[in-house]
């Protein structure tokens, strides 16, 4: 790979994270008070964007954004991080995404998100980025934009020779096609059955890992190579659909104050050392443990860990063994 394609591509969303943490989640129709509000820059794409240029990545971010204040502030927090904007789009007929975040005293989250301008990044606009797109070393979409844009920019990924890995999130329906275009693709736990659900499989009746085993096996058939299912504080399970093989990789106890982020931070850690060509398990190995860095603060792209803290905290673990089957 030349030194001109050295770079992380990350196309999606840019939001304004308004975040409310209190003891406890209310109950519908409850109101529960005594929460302290914090105000943070989020949306999955910028989250893994900033992610993977602090872990030590060259990371071009493509999205659209409102022409408001929210906007202006997202711009500017891009710039500060290094992050290639050339490309973001500035749409003067919508609000900049804002996401509404409830967090409970374990740092667990509830989430509601009005896309905003990152709804409008259209088919048109992605094509005006082949280039850029075909020459990237490492792809990251998610699903906070149409399903229409995410499946143009992985049939422009397919003229180049990349990684194209897919965040599916927040899930929806995916096209069986989309799914043959992609190489990796990197669901939580409950995002994952619920794929496995919306593409037609019959529910699993295995528990456990050996079922998330058995529903990685049937997405697989469709075409991708490896799924990788994040599990929270339990790590995350490795499926490789070409083999058939499956590895678990676990987490560091940390105490968690706030996970949102947490599975942005992994992805964006992750592509960045796939990028620095570190092989599919070491690099499942170092996002683990930046997530873990992550879960410790409070906000999401102001959590993203960087590269030297994750170097120092590598020196405390064995991350470079066999890993746990």
């Known amino acids: 790979m030349s030194k001109e394609n050295d770079y992380v591509l990350i196309i999606g969303s840019s939001n304004m994270d308004l975040n409310i943490y209190s003891k406890r989640f209310p109950n519908p129709g409850e109101t529960v008070t005594g929460g302290i509000f914090k105000q943070f820059l989020g949306g999955k794409g910028a989250n893994q964007s900033v992610a993977s ?3 030590g990545a060259k990371t071009i971010f493509i999205g659209k954004i409102g022409m408001d204040l929210f906007g202006d502030q997202m711009i500017s927090q891009l710039t500060k991080e290094g992050i290639n904007i050339d490309n973001v789009l500035r749409d003067p ?8 975040i409830l967090i409970d005293e374990n740092g667990e989250n509830m989430i509601s998100v009005a896309p905003g301008a990152n709804f409008k990044l259209s088919t048109d606009e992605i094509r005006s980025n082949a280039d850029i797109i075909k020459n ?41 096609d989309l799914l043959k275009m992609v190489d990796i693709i990197i669901p939580n736990e409950v995002e994952i059955f619920k794929m496995h659900s919306f593409l037609g499989f ?5 528990k456990g890992n050996q079922k998330i085993i058995q529903v990685s096996r049937d997405i697989s058939s469709l075409g991708v190579h490896y799924i990788i299912t994040t599990l929270g504080m339990k790590g995350c399970l490795i499926f490789n659909g070409k083999t058939d093989e499956y590895f678990q990789i676990s987490a560091p106890m ?7 982020g947490a599975g942005d931070c992994f992805i964006g850690v992750f592509a960045s050392m796939l990028n620095k060509g570190e092989n599919m398990l070491n690099a499942v190995k170092i996002a683990t443990l930046a997530a873990s860095i992550a879960v410790t603060r409070k906000g999401a792209q102001a959590s993203m860990p960087y590269f030297e803290e994750i170097q120092k905290k590598l020196k405390s673990f064995n991350f470079y063994g066999k890993c746990d089957d």
């Open 53 to 55: 240029i602090r872990s």
């Open 93 to 100: 007929k919508e609000h900049s995404g804002v996401a509404l």
């Open 136 to 176: 990237a070393n490492s792809i990251v979409v998610q699903m906070e934009i149409p399903i229409d844009t995410i499946q143009e920019v992985f049939t422009l990924a397919l003229k180049g020779r990349n990684f194209k890995i897919l965040n599916p999130a927040p899930l929806k329906p995916i096209p069986p």
């Open 202 to 206: 019959p529910e699993s009746t295995e």
């Open 254 to 260: 940390v105490k968690a104050v706030d996970t949102v």
